[in-house]
């Protein structure tokens, strides 16, 4: 139940098109869900996160959506570009613990 | 503002050596957070620090251990050291619980 499950394992995706990866959790006492942004040889970077107040919060080309009912979330990339290819992990913690629970993480690369 | 900062950021030891890891959070953060990252289990849940007291602490064998100064600074230790035991460790911190973290970019402990 404190599995957070992600797909796909990687992702090849053209420049310019839609990135996308899905999260999916079972512990529905989770009320926090960032994103991070991992580059080879460097620690993962926070890039968005959400609350399930709401049902979707954009940051530039970056947007989560979040589906309570189905406990289910993706983070999507616009307009995807060469310097988004990394690896993404979804993550999820409840107030009472905060403890991050790790996706398995999904290499994307953006091909020129 | 500086980042976390880790060090070392390489370290390669023998089995049954013991290691200690060092983690600056960044200015005015009090909480303090390790995690383990390898290819096969990805990213698991050490522990977390708090005002110089450990609040939560992962599945983890006794002979990882850690603490937290009164300046926020934190330490892990690994004791017996096993080859399974090579990771990148990683240590976040955020201004108090329960809010987003900020990762350091790793040790790279290495066991021959």
Redesign the interface.
């Known amino acids: 139940q404190q599995q957070v499950k992600q797909s796909p394992q990687s992702l090849i995706v053209q420049k310019g098109g839609i990135s996308i990866i899905n999260c999916a959790y079972e512990n529905t006492a989770f009320d926090?869900f960032?994103w991070?942004q991992q580059f080879p040889?460097?620690?993962?970077?926070?890039l968005i996160?959400i609350r399930p107040d709401v049902s979707e919060k954009k940051e530039g080309r970056f947007t989560i959506s979040f589906n309570k009912s189905a406990k289910q979330f993706s983070l999507h990339i616009m307009d995807s570009q060469p310097g988004d290819s990394a690896t993404y992990?979804c993550?999820a913690?409840s107030?009472s613990?905060?403890?991050?629970?790790?996706?398995?993480?999904t290499k994307l690369i953006i091909k020129p | 503002k500086a980042g976390v900062t880790q060090t070392p950021r390489y370290l390669i030891k023998t089995r049954g050596q013991q290691v200690t890891l060092s983690c600056s959070p960044i200015s005015g953060h009090r909480s303090v957070s390790w995690y383990q990252q390898t290819p096969g289990q990805g990213l698991q849940f050490l522990f977390e620090y708090f005002s110089e007291t450990q609040r939560n602490k992962g599945n983890f064998p006794g002979r990882f251990s850690g603490r937290q100064f009164s300046n926020s600074r934190s330490e892990m230790n690994v004791s017996t050291l096993e080859l399974g035991d090579s990771a990148l460790y990683l240590c976040a911190s955020s201004l108090t619980v329960n809010q987003p973290q900020h990762f350091g970019d790793g040790t790279r402990l290495s066991i021959l």
């Open positions: 926090y960032p991070y040889g460097k620690g993962p970077a926070l996160a992990f993550a913690s107030g613990n905060y403890q991050l629970i790790w996706g398995a993480g």
